[in-house]
């Protein structure tokens, strides 16, 4: 499946738990894992100082 230019795959690698944790929330909110974790990310990204710098993009 094509993923837009915007956006990059990416592999990661969890405990056992976690995954069943977030799948459970996933589930609960009918949303997918990889929806999940990408809010976390992005809350992540939110509270974090490295908010304040953008990082160049490289082509």
């Known amino acids: 499946m094509a993923i837009s230019d915007s956006k990059q795959r990416m592999s990661l ?6 995954k069943a944790i977030l ?10 894992v990889n929806y999940v ?3 976390a990310i992005k809350e992540f990204i939110k509270k974090s100082s490295f908010n ?5 993009l490289q082509k």
């Open 13 to 18: 690698v969890i405990e056992k738990n976690d």
């Open 23 to 32: 799948e459970d929330i996933a589930k609960e909110n009918d949303r997918s």
């Open 37 to 39: 974790i990408n809010q």
């Open 52 to 56: 304040n710098q953008k990082p160049e």
